[in-house]
C-alpha cells in the first residue's frame, strides 16, 4: 500500500485542519494516519497526515502543485514524502562498533527502512565490519590541517550518492559549519549523555564524578554548536555507587544503540518536524 | 476559555474526519485539540477534538443536534463534554489509606478537576481522613448476607448525588453485576499487580514468590469478571532479591498512587474511549 | 528486635571485613545485614553492618568503646546507630505543599520512621495544612535584610528540639553556609530537575526550552554551593511535544514527592554513606 | 589480577560471615566483593565473595578442599569458580536472528566473557550469519517423531565439547525433561513476555488483546516446566493504543535483547546463586 505523507507547520489559525483534510477527502483519499499538534505558547500548527495513492484522483507527481495553494493561503512550511521512496543514509564512524553493528543489522534486516549505501571513517578498523555485511567502506583520515579539505571531499562523495540522512555512530570529529549546513536537520548524532547534563567529552567520567544515580543518551540533530542541536530522543538507566566508569561505559552502550535507532526510524519515517531547535515527533 | 469535546467511534470510512473538521470550521470553531486513531484489524476509526465555543456560531445547546446528522451518516458513537461542566466523584475505600489521602490532596489542590462529592467505606476506620478534608464520609458495612441490599442504598445515595464517576481506592469488596452495570465505564479500579500476571488477590505475595524482578500496578474499568476491565493504565519498579513483601507493598503504594490518579484525571478530562475491552487514551 | 548498626569508611586494606565480622561473632551477635563496597579508584572501603543486639554480649552503651580499637587501628570514619532510636526530623517549606502532604502522610502512617518534630516556613499559607496533622508550625518571614539573624533564631529552635534531620520540601530560600555548616550532611533538598542539568531556577521552563524528552527530579544533601552536594537519589519521567510547560510541572510533581521521600526514608534508616561529594547507598 | 569466586548458600547461623571472612584474612587474600543477603523468611545465608589470588597462601588448586571444613560446618552448599576460567557457551536458535546477532557481536567485542564453541539450530537459514562470525554451525533438524534422539545427538555434542552454558535465543523447540535435567541451571532461556503474564506461545498478540499498557521480556533458567523456572531478569516498555502487533513484536526485540544478554552475563560473571525457583543476583 503506497502512501503520500505532509509533514506540515505554519502559523495557527482556524480552518487549518478542515481544509487539509478536505483536500485529501474530495479527491477520494484514505487517510490512515493523522496526527496534529498545536504550541499555544508560539501559536504554531503542526502536522503530519498521511493517506493513500490508490484511488487517489490527483496523480503521484501532481499532487504538489495541486496542495500548493492551501499551502501559500496558510503560509506553510510543508514536505510531500511518499512511502515508496526509501532515503538513502550514511553511516560516519571512528572506532567504537557497538552502534555500527547495531545500526548495520537493522538496516540488514529491514527494520530500519533505508537504502544504507556507505560508512565513512576516519580510522581503518572497522572496515572489515562494514565489509562483513557488504557495505561500501569509505576511509577519510582526518588531522587538524586537511580537516576542510576532507570533509569537501566527504561532502562530494556524499552528493554524488544522493545521501539524504547521515548517522554519527560515535563519530569523534566535530563537523564544520559548512558540513553542518550542507545537510541541515539531515545529520544524526548520538550523545553518550542525557543532555543537557554533561556536553561534550568524557560524559560518563563525568557522570561518575559528579555521583548520579542514573545515565542517559541523546539522539540530536547536529548544528553548528557542539551538542545543542534539536533533541530527538533520550533514555536512561539506572547507576548506583557500584558502578565504576567501565560499567556506565558498558551500560551506555546499550542505551547509546536505542536511542540511536529510533531516531535514525522515525527520521526515515517522516516522523520528525524541527522548529524552534526542538522537534516534534508523530509516533 | 470554554471548550467542546467530542468523543467519536465508528466503522472507519473515507471523509470522516474531513467531515467532523468542516462541521466545526463552517461554524467558526477554533480547534485547539485533535488526535485520532484507527485501529485497522477491526477498521475501526477513533477521535478526541476539542474547539473553542466563543464565537462558535451553533449555541451550546443545539451542537449536539446540530452534530446529528453526521454522527449518523457515519454510525457514530460519540459523547459530546463541555470543559465548563465538572463531574461528580465517590471514592469508595476500605481500610489502606494511601491512595485515599492522595487522591483527597489531589482533589483539594485543583490538580484534579472533579467535584469529588462523598467517601463510601465499609470500614468506620477511614472516617477522620475524610473528614480532615471536609468531604463527607458515609460507612455502610457489609457481608455476605446484607451486600446486595446494601448495594443498593449504594446507588441510591450516587444517584441521588449525580454522581459521574466512581474510584475504588483499594476498595476490599467485590462489586455485584448489578451494580457494575448501573455504572459501566464510570468506576475505575487500581489492581496491585502488572495485569494480567496476579489477577485476584494478595498479588505481591505472589510476585515475591515467583521471583519476579519488577512488579507494576494497573488501573482499569470495572467490569464483571474480577480484574479482567479495559486497562487504563500501568507502571512498574524495580524490585530484587533483597525486597521481602513488605518491601513490595511499600514500593507498591506509590505505584498504586500515581496509576490510578492518572486514570481518574484522564476519565475526568474526558480522554479515555472504551472498545473491545480496551482503551483509547487520548493524552 | 533491636539491632545495632554500624556505618564505616577507611582506606581499604586486607583483613577490615574479617576483623569486623570477627568482633560481632565473638560477642555472640547474630548480623542480620552486611553490605559492602570498595572504591577501587580511590582505595575506600564502605560498609553498613547490622546486628541483633538480644544476646550481645556487650551491653549497649559499651559497644562503641569496645569497638574502639579496631576503628583506630584501621583509621575508620564510622557512626554506631541504634534501631531503637527515632530521628527528629524538621520539614521546612515555601508555598508549594504537594511535598509536604506527601511526607506528613508518610510520617503519620509510620511509612517514615522518624519523629517529625516541627515545620519550619518563610510563609504563612501552609499553617493549616500542617496543624491538620497535628504538627507544630513556626512562620519564619525572611528577606534580604533579615535572613542570618532569622537563620539564628531557626537555628537555636533546630537545637533545641535536637533536630537530626531537615528536610527541604521545595524550601524557596539558599541557606547560608553557616546554617549548612551547622547541619552537614543532615539536610536534604528536592532539586525539580535531573541534576546537573538545569541546575538553579525555573528547571522545568528550561527543560521546555531545550526541548528534553525525559524530565527528572534529584535529592541531594544541602552544602554551601547551590544543587552541588551529593545526590542522594534521582529519578524521571518521560515527556513530549504534547507537554507544556504546565504538564511538565504536573508531572515533575510526582517524581519530586518520590524521589525526595526515598532520601529521607534512607537516610533515617541510616543507609547513606557521604564521601567526596557522592553517596553510596546500601539499600 | 586473578580471583577466587566463592558461591555459598546455607542454612542461616551466627559467625558464618565472620568464619568465611577468617578464611581469606587469616591466608593473606584481599577481598575485592563481598555481598551477602538472608532470606529471613525461609532462614537461608547467601554469599557471594571474591578475593585476589595473588599472594593468598594456600595453592589455588587447594583452596576447595581448605575451605571443606567451614562447608561441612556450615552445611553448605558452595561453588568455586577462578576469574581465569572462561565458561564454554553454546547457543541454540532457530529463525529470529537479533538476539544471535546480539550474542555473536557481544561474544565478539569481549563484552561477554565467555568460549562461544557453537550455534546449534533446528533451521538451516541463519547458518550464514553463524559463519560471518566465523563461529561452528551445527543443523539438528527435529520432528515429533526424532526429538528425543536428535537430543540425545546434541547432548553428545554438548558434552564432548565441554559446554557450560546452553543459550536458548529464542529457540523455538521445548526441551525435553532428560536434556533439562543434563543441565540444569545452565540453560537460559529469553521469553518474550512479562512472565507471569502470558506463558506460552504468542505472547505479544496475546498482549495486544489485552489491551496492556507496558510490555515485558524475561530471562529465566529453563526447568521441566514451561516458562515456570527461576526468573534472572526482566525488563519493560511502554505500549499505547498506538502500537500494533508488528510495533511491538518490534519493540519487544530491543527488550529480548537486552534482558538475555544480561542474564547470559550475570551467569559467566558467576553472579547467579539459584534457590526455591528463584535468583539471588550479586550485581
Known sequence: ??????????????????????????????????????????????????????????PKLEIESAFRPIAEKFQMDYQLHFSSEVKNVAIFVS?????????????????LKGNLKLVVSNHEDLKHVVEMFQIPFYYFPKNRENKLEVEEREIELLKKEKIDLIVLARYMQILSNRFVNEFRN????????????????????????????????????VTEELDQGPIIEQDVVRVSHRDTVSDMI???RDLEKIVLSRAVRWHLEDKILVYDNKTVIFE
Chains 1, 2, 3, 4 share one sequence.
Open 1 to 58: 500500500m503506497e502512501t503520500a505523507i505532509l509533514l506540515i507547520s505554519c502559523p495557527d489559525r482556524k480552518g487549518i485542519l478542515s481544509e487539509i483534510t478536505r483536500f485529501i477527502a474530495e479527491n477520494n483519499g484514505n487517510i490512515v494516519n493523522a496526527d496534529q499538534h498545536i504550541d499555544f505558547q508560539k501559536s504554531i500548527f503542526f502536522m503530519r497526515i498521511e493517506w493513500e495513492l490508490e484511488g487517489f484522483k490527483i
Open 95 to 111: 572506532k567504537y562498533d557497538h552502534c555500527l553493528y547495531d545500526l548495520l543489522y537493522r538496516f540488514k534486516s529491514g527494520e
Open 186 to 221: 539531515r545529520i544524526i548524532n548520538i550523545h553518550h549523555s542525557f543532555l543537557p547534563a554533561f556536553v561534550g567529552a568524557k560524559p560518563y567520567h563525568r557522570a561518575y564524578e559528579r555521583g548520579v544515580k542514573i545515565i542517559g543518551a541523546t539522539s540530536h540533530y
Open 250 to 252: 558498558r551500560k551506555g
